[in-house]
């Protein structure tokens, strides 16, 4: 069992910045890849970005590519979301995800756990 708890998010004007952090649980966090998912109010849960176990390949949705970076340190059990000129049609609650492969970690349904999500606010 992984659990996962999300940070960082809050309410920011357009053009800022904020970081996500994930914590996890659990003595083998390097051996899943983790990745991140946002949903705004009345859309689907839709992917934002993923990394595998090592850090060394990463995937990202076009919308947020340029602009978000993520990143991990396995020595912390913590994974980050990076989001810099922020948009207004990025205001969501994201959500931390981990399965055994950067394809899973990519696709909802194939995600093996879930945080509780964190709300980011990008006021015009």
């Known amino acids: 069992q992984v659990q996962l708890v999300e940070s960082g998010g809050g309410l920011v004007q357009a053009g800022g910045s904020l970081r996500l952090s994930c914590a996890a649980s659990?003595?083998?966090?390097?051996?899943?890849?983790m990745g991140w998912f946002r949903q705004a109010p009345g859309k689907e849960r839709e992917f934002v970005a993923a990394?595998?176990?090592?850090?060394?390949?990463?995937d990202y949705t076009d919308s947020v590519t340029g602009r978000f970076t993520i990143s991990r340190d396995n020595a912390k059990n913590t994974v980050y979301l990076q989001m810099n000129s922020l948009k207004p049609e990025d205001t969501a609650v994201y959500y931390c995800a981990a399965s055994n492969t950067i394809l899973q970690v990519t696709t909802d349904r194939l995600v093996d756990y879930w945080g509780q999500g964190t709300q980011v606010t990008v006021s015009s």
């Open positions: 659990g003595r083998t966090f390097s051996s899943y890849a």
């Open positions: 990394i595998t176990g090592s850090g060394r390949r990463t």
